[in-house]
């Protein structure tokens, strides 16, 4: 069955600091993976997909997020953290079997402290 | 220039009422979707649809229909509104392929009293 768990419900960070969001995920053959963000009561936002090609993925704002097949994970990143980053983050996966249609992780809130 | 718009931004209502919620994309998808996210921050998709094809989540109460007027456009229509109806529903579209990115409106707080 397709998969995504994201295994912290919240993470904490300094402003300045390196912050990662975690995402696995279980799909059959090759996955294409999405990162949304929702800031409160907002729609969700797309922040950056991988298809294919390199694993190291650049997206809107700043953040990043590395594909490792091995490990069938898709952190999310940014270098520097900061307080506007503060908001909800959603992983999503669609695989062959998904029937067009997104997977979704249950979320990680996302805090930024000054 | 919104892509994905939502009416009504908030709606209030009696249990048993039957309301709609419009949505529409000025992008050109072939697929527009409906979610459910609940107080939790749940997503959980109800319906996508495109010109070829309704697929409805199972657990989906068959108190709620998607209606599709035309490509740009596919409401929401829910019968006998209950209480656990309450939540945030948003539309969402996207082109057909795999890799294509959905993108979402503002959502509509659905409260039932």
């Known amino acids: 069955a397709q998969s995504v768990a994201q295994p912290e419900d919240q993470v904490n960070v300094a402003e300045g600091n390196p912050l990662t969001v975690k995402c696995t995920y279980s799909v059959s053959g090759n996955p294409y993976l999405f990162w949304y963000v929702q800031y409160p009561n907002r729609g969700l936002q797309f922040l950056l997909k991988y298809i294919t090609g390199d694993n190291l993925v650049k997206g809107s704002y700043g953040f990043e997020a590395e594909f490792n097949k091995s490990q069938t994970s898709f952190h999310l990143k940014k270098p520097s953290a900061l307080v506007s980053d503060s908001a909800l983050y959603f992983c999503?996966?669609?695989?062959?079997?998904?029937?067009?249609?997104?997977?979704w992780g249950a979320g990680t809130k996302l805090i930024i402290k000054p | 220039d919104t892509a994905v718009s939502q009416t009504p931004k908030y709606l209030v209502t009696q249990m048993g009422n039957d309301k709609s919620i419009k949505c529409e994309q000025n992008?050109?998808?072939?697929?527009m979707y409906w979610y459910k996210q609940d107080s939790k921050k749940f997503l959980k998709i109800m319906f996508s649809y495109n010109n070829k094809e309704l697929i409805i989540n199972e657990t989906v109460p068959n108190r709620f229909s998607p209606k599709s007027p035309d490509k740009a456009h596919l409401n929401l229509h829910i019968n006998s509104l209950e209480l656990g109806d309450s939540a945030v529903y948003f539309c969402?579209?996207?082109?057909?392929?795999?890799?294509?990115?959905?993108?979402f409106g503002p959502g509509t707080r659905l409260t039932v009293l």
């Open positions: 999503a996966v669609r695989g062959l079997d998904s029937n067009y249609q997104l997977i």
């Open positions: 969402a579209s996207s082109q057909e392929g795999l890799a294509d990115t959905q993108y």
């Open positions: 992008l050109g998808h072939d697929t």
